[in-house]
């Protein structure tokens, strides 16, 4: 239940670990990243914690929520773009203008070891783990999650899933054509990245199973189910290893299987919206 860490969201872990590797100097010049909302937000605060001085780019479509939550923990937010990819762009220009640290939201090693704390408190937790089920952005979190649970038990299975709207690391997975047209807006913008690492797309190729993806109506229902049944806020990347659960279980078939709720920063009114789409669809039988 990341969705109840500091900040709101899993990427606190990443961050701060990736600020404990700087040396001073690298502190005292602070550190830039761009942000679909929840890596702003755990950069944002583990910058505060350290006194060091954090930019971060913003696509305009980021939900308001996320962006004054970010800048409420001290950091300097900049919205550009209409996609992550555009405010990456600019942010990489402003750090060479400023000689500010990167610190990537997903393609770093000691992001990827941060996330990947998840894995070992969960299995610490329960043991009996035999599947984890990861959402999918840029793979920073299923890489470290990956890498820790198959360290702990190379049986445990890891099943990633992404938005049908955006499955850029999907069809990498399967050897399929990625057609950049085709992708378009989710409600699960916490996951909404073009295209997957560098670094985690090797990672997710050796470590990862298999990788699913869900509709926004399917999406809609997960987030609706947590709010009915356990009075639980979700954001769309949140719901969507839950969603896959409901839509997937046939592939799944896990008998003790991890879902991680990466997050639950949501703009209250999208609620309606979810409401919509999830009344478009008839899931009743699989909930």
Same mark, same amino acid.
């Given at each position: 239940?990341?969705?109840?860490?500091?900040?709101?969201?899993?990427?606190?872990?990443?961050?701060?670990?990736?600020?404990?590797?700087?040396?001073?100097?690298?502190?005292?010049?602070?550190?830039?990243?761009?942000?679909?909302?929840?890596?702003?937000?755990?950069?944002?605060?583990?910058?505060?914690?350290?006194?060091?001085?954090?930019?971060?780019?913003?696509?305009?479509?980021?939900?308001?929520?996320?962006?004054?939550?970010?800048?409420?923990?001290?950091?300097?937010?900049?919205?550009?773009?209409?996609?992550?990819?555009?405010? =990456?762009?600019?942010?990489?220009?402003?750090?060479?203008?400023?000689?500010?640290?990167?610190? $990537?939201?997903?393609?770093?090693?000691?992001?990827?070891?941060?996330?990947?704390?998840?894995?070992?408190?969960?299995?610490?937790?329960?043991?009996?783990?035999?599947?984890?089920?990861?959402?999918?952005?840029?793979?920073?979190?299923?890489?470290?999650?990956?890498?820790?649970?198959?360290?702990?038990?190379?049986?445990?299975?890891?099943?990633?899933?992404?938005?049908?709207?955006?499955?850029?690391?999907?069809?990498?997975?399967?050897?399929?054509?990625?057609?950049?047209?085709?992708?378009?807006?989710?409600?699960?913008?916490?996951?909404?990245?073009?295209?997957?690492?560098?670094?985690?797309?090797?990672?997710?190729?050796?470590?990862?199973?298999?990788?699913?993806?869900?509709?926004?109506?399917?999406?809609?229902?997960?987030?609706? =189910?947590?709010?009915?049944?356990?009075?639980?806020?979700?954001?769309?990347?949140?719901?969507?290893?839950?969603?896959?659960?409901?839509?997937?279980?046939?592939?799944?078939?896990?008998? $003790?299987?991890?879902?991680?709720?990466?997050?639950?920063?949501?703009?209250?009114?999208?609620?309606?919206?979810?409401?919509?789409?999830?009344?478009?669809?008839?899931?009743?039988?699989? =909930?």
């Amino acid at each position: 239940m990341e969705n109840q860490q500091k900040t709101g969201a899993f990427k606190f872990r990443g961050a701060s670990f990736k600020l404990m590797q700087l040396s001073n100097e690298q502190l005292e010049k602070g550190v830039i990243t761009a942000s679909a909302g929840n890596h702003a937000q755990g950069l944002a605060y583990a910058s505060r914690k350290l006194g060091v001085n954090a930019i971060i780019y913003m696509p305009e479509s980021t939900p308001h929520a996320k962006v004054e939550a970010t800048q409420n923990y001290g950091a300097e937010v900049v919205l550009h773009g209409a996609s992550f990819q555009e405010a =990456y762009e600019a942010s990489m220009i402003r750090q060479v203008e400023e000689g500010a640290t990167y610190v $990537h939201p997903f393609d770093d090693y000691d992001i990827i070891a941060g996330q990947g704390t998840i894995a070992m408190e969960a299995l610490r937790q329960e043991d009996r783990i035999d599947t984890f089920i990861v959402p999918i952005g840029g793979g920073g979190l299923i890489s470290g999650i990956a890498i820790a649970a198959k360290h702990v038990n190379k049986n445990i299975r890891i099943i990633g899933v992404q938005a049908s709207n955006m499955s850029a690391t999907y069809s990498k997975f399967h050897n399929l054509k990625t057609n950049e047209a085709t992708q378009s807006s989710t409600i699960a913008e916490g996951i909404a990245v073009k295209h997957p690492g560098e670094l985690t797309m090797p990672i997710i190729n050796e470590y990862v199973d298999d990788i699913v993806t869900v509709s926004e109506e399917e999406i809609a229902q997960a987030i609706l =189910y947590m709010l009915e049944r356990n009075k639980t806020l979700m954001e769309g990347a949140g719901a969507a290893a839950l969603a896959a659960l409901f839509a997937h279980s046939d592939k799944i078939q896990s008998r $003790h299987c991890g879902v991680i709720v990466s997050g639950g920063n949501i703009d209250l009114d999208m609620i309606p919206r979810i409401q919509k789409l999830a009344s478009n669809e008839n899931l009743t039988e699989a =909930y």
